[in-house]
């Protein structure tokens, strides 16, 4: 099935490198068997495009898309106009790990979408149908990007750390970017309002917003991480979401941390060094455990969540802007002062 007046090519942006991003076109694919044809509509920003940013890509980057359906191929059961977010790892269904729902370690994945295959920033994206997940119509298509890293990430991380303790009390959070906003967000509907969230930055723009979601900001070039924790009257903290990727702080988060305490790594880069494995790791119980992304099944749940709380995580997308200014977004973006980035188109 196909809705009217698809083109056959399309402007999309390309990432040329050394900060650059230029206009190509491409031909608008036709989808197969088993595969829907997606007129993008939004978009987000992410820091793991720093990449492709700087060093340039022949894919066209996206991982943070939502929009509609407007064809769809054999074998198929989604209907042409369902609106919906895409998935970033197009996973296979079958292997060991995909059926016990861990989606986001498929053993055979096919792609991910926006670094090996063409993502969100062109108009129309091709996608297995398997990774497509539809939204009502009440869900507007940026904020249903707010389902994807945003809440897919930050819960993840937040779930990954109740697999080993069960009375999380105190979170720290170094880093409060788009992921560390949303680690934020997500503690406080999965925790609850009370938990206290410890969240640092080098950035005021940044823990400005994070005080405003209910987060405890502690700014870097000021205070320590453990300054930090006794300015907001807390000692050990049970958890740490490591959101920096920098040695140093997963080095003062393991460190920091109370006994039984969770150190989960969701950046990426750099490493972690544990000098006495005794003292510093084995006698108090410690955990170390990544993050990485989420499993598809995790949006059903989130979908009811970001309908409960619309206006509170909107808070993290602080700047909109057409395809035709994804220049100007990224370089803002990368400056720091802002919270969540979306192209609309």
Do not use: W
């Amino acid at each position: 099935m196909t809705s009217s007046a698809i083109p056959e090519q399309m402007q999309v942006p390309r990432f040329r490198g050394s900060g650059q991003i230029d206009f190509v076109e491409k031909p608008v694919p036709r989808p197969g068997p088993g595969q829907l044809l997606i007129r993008v509509k939004a978009n987000a920003l992410c820091g793991s495009e720093r990449p492709q940013f700087l060093g340039g890509t022949d894919v066209t980057p996206g991982h943070e898309a939502a929009g509609v359906v407007v064809a769809a191929g054999p074998d198929t059961h989604t209907a042409v106009g369902t609106p919906g977010g895409i998935f970033l790892m197009d996973f296979c269904g079958a292997c060991r790990n995909c059926r016990q729902n861990f989606t986001n370690q498929c053993l055979a994945k096919r792609a991910d979408m926006g670094f090996n295959r063409d993502g969100g920033y062109g108009q129309y994206e091709l996608i297995h149908e398997s990774i497509f997940f539809p939204v009502g119509d009440d869900i507007p298509p940026t904020e249903a990007t707010l389902l994807l890293d945003i809440m897919g990430t930050g819960g993840h991380a937040i779930k990954r750390a109740q697999l080993v303790h069960s009375d999380i009390q105190s979170i720290l959070i170094p880093g409060a970017g788009p992921i560390g906003l949303g680690v934020l967000a997500m503690a406080k509907l999965l925790l609850g309002e009370d938990v206290k969230v410890v969240i640092s930055d080098v950035v005021p723009y940044r823990l400005k917003m994070a005080e405003a979601m209910g987060g405890l900001p502690v700014l870097s070039t000021e205070m320590s991480l453990e300054e930090g924790l006794k300015h907001h009257g807390l000692e050990a903290p049970d958890v740490a979401v490591d959101c920096a990727g920098k040695a140093v702080v997963r080095d003062e988060c393991m460190r920091l941390l109370a006994h039984r305490g969770v150190l989960v790594s969701v950046a990426h880069g750099e490493g972690l060094k544990i000098d006495n494995l005794y003292r510093d790791f084995v006698f108090r119980e410690m955990t170390l455990i990544g993050s990485e992304y989420f499993a598809y099944h995790e949006l059903e749940e989130n979908l009811r969540l970001l309908r409960a709380n619309r206006s509170y995580l909107n808070q993290i997308i602080t700047h909109r802007f057409g395809v035709e200014e994804i220049q100007h977004a990224f370089e803002l973006f990368f400056a720091g002062e802002t919270g969540k980035v979306i192209i609309e188109q």
